[in-house]
Each structure stands twice: as structure tokens, then as C-alpha cells.
């Protein structure tokens, strides 16, 4: 059973950093699709950064392109979302989806979420001064 779990979300000032881990357990082959998607009060969920494809494109919102990095490690099956010059508009709820089955993106177009069936909890990074 896969499971996933995010970890390293708080409180920020504006302009700071974060790094979010996503350990996802369960799966068993090197080539799956992960990704981050965020939440904020009274806004439907998006997609912020996704891998689908060990050998596709990354994803990355137009609202985070350029201060936000994913990043995975295969061997530990962890992503990693490096979060940088943030802003109050990036506070949200952050959730890790992954799903055993990639979907190959040569341009990092897109990261549909009804494409992930498996997400973790949530973790919250607020970014207030």
C-alpha cells in the first residue's frame, strides 16, 4: 500500500525559505509520479510542482516559477520542494500526491490532479511577518 507523508511546513517571513520533504513509502519501482499541491482558505486546490515521469518534464506553476525547486531522491523515494523568496500569497496548505503509474510530460505542461491517487495529509506553511 503506498502511502505518503510531508513534513517541514511552518511560519515564515516574507522573503525567507522553506524545504518540504515527501516520503512516499510503498513503491517499488524507480518510475512513478509525485508532486506538490497547495491549498489556501476559500481557493480550490493547485497543482505548485510535478514530476511525472522519471524521464518527462518538471511542472511548476507560473505563481512559483522561479523561487520554488522540486527535487527527488529515487533511492529514499523522496521529493523534495525547495521554497524560496516566499510570499504572503504562497500561505497554504501543502499536500504531497503521488501515484505508482507516471504519465509521461516531455514539457512539464501540466500536473492533473485526478491523475494522483494517493496524497498525504497536508502540511501548513504560513508566510506572515
Known amino acids: 500500500q503506498l502511502q505518503v507523508a510531508e513534513s517541514g511546513g511552518g511560519l515564515v517571513q516574507p522573503g525567507g525559505s522553506l524545504r518540504l520533504s515527501c516520503a512516499a513509502s510503498g513503491l517499488t519501482r524507480d518510475d512513478y509520479a509525485i508532486g506538490w499541491f497547495r491549498q489556501a482558505p476559500g481557493k480550490e486546490r493547485e497543482a505548485v510542482s510535478c514530476l511525472g515521469s522519471s524521464d518527462g518534464g518538471t511542472y511548476y506553476a507560473d505563481s512559483v516559477q522561479g523561487r520554488f525547486t522540486i527535487s527527488s531522491d529515487n533511492a529514499k523515494k523522496t521529493v523534495y520542494l525547495q521554497m524560496n523568496n516566499l510570499k504572503s500569497e504562497d500561505t497554504a496548505v501543502y499536500y504531497c500526491?503521488?501515484?505508482?503509474?507516471?504519465?509521461?510530460?516531455?514539457?512539464?505542461?501540466?500536473?492533473?490532479?485526478?491523475?494522483?491517487?494517493?496524497w498525504g495529509q497536508g502540511t501548513q506553511v504560513t508566510v506572515s511577518s
Open positions: 500526491a503521488a501515484d505508482p503509474v507516471p504519465y509521461y510530460d516531455a514539457a512539464g505542461s501540466s500536473c492533473p490532479p485526478g491523475l494522483y491517487d494517493y
